[in-house]
């Protein structure tokens, strides 16, 4: 797997960002059963993203990730497995430093647990996955979270039912 790596805000470098996507990616990869991909990254800011945010999904605001997949993936039914990739180059992924940080400091996590677990999240809306419905979200989720189980990150939902907290924004 090839993370092609932008960073356009220096504040990611101190992340180890690098590593960090590899190994988040990677695992979302595996656990899907998908080799040789690439996902370009672009590791931004808050103004950059809400720009893209506004460009592309007609929101003029930022959000703390984003994906843009090469081809459509998406599943037939909600709940139902998304197709496998035709395509090597799985797609683009953009991920916001502020974004991030202030939302890993509301839950009281680890930055570097919190964007993991996004990018986690944007691997699997390359691979076709979405959160659009109840049935795609709790699939989706339910992947998450066995996903950053095995890479030693605690459930970022909890135990908290319907009051956990939101890790992306739509």
Same mark, same amino acid.
């Given at each position: *797997? #090839?993370?092609?790596? #932008?960073?356009? +805000?220096?504040? @990611? ?32 800011? $808050? ?20 994906? @843009?997949?090469? &081809?459509?993936?998406?599943? $037939? ?32 996590? &680890?930055? !570097? +647990? ?8 944007? !691997? ?9 419905? $109840?049935?795609?979200?709790?699939? *989706? ?28 924004? $739509?």
């Amino acid at each position: *797997m #090839i993370v092609d790596l #932008i960073i356009e +805000d220096v504040r @990611w470098e101190a992340l180890g960002l690098d590593a960090l996507a590899e190994r988040a990616c990677g695992a979302a990869l595996a656990h899907e059963g998908v080799a040789g991909a690439e996902i370009s990254l672009l590791a931004c800011d $808050d103004t950059r993203i809400a720009g893209l945010n506004a460009e592309f999904r007609g929101k003029a605001t930022a959000t703390n990730v984003l994906s @843009w997949p090469s &081809e459509e993936r998406a599943a $037939d039914v909600p709940g139902g497995q998304p197709r496998a990739p035709v395509d090597p180059e799985l797609g683009d992924i953009a991920i916001a430093f502020e974004t991030c940080a202030r939302e890993a400091a509301e839950a009281g996590r &680890e930055i !570097t +647990d919190h964007v993991a677990h996004l990018l986690v999240h944007g !691997t699997l809306h390359l691979l076709g996955y979405d959160h659009i419905d $109840d049935e795609d979200a709790a699939l *989706m989720e339910g992947i998450e979270v066995e996903i950053l189980g095995k890479l030693g990150i605690s459930d970022p939902y909890g135990d908290a039912g319907e009051d956990r907290p939101v890790v992306w924004k $739509d």
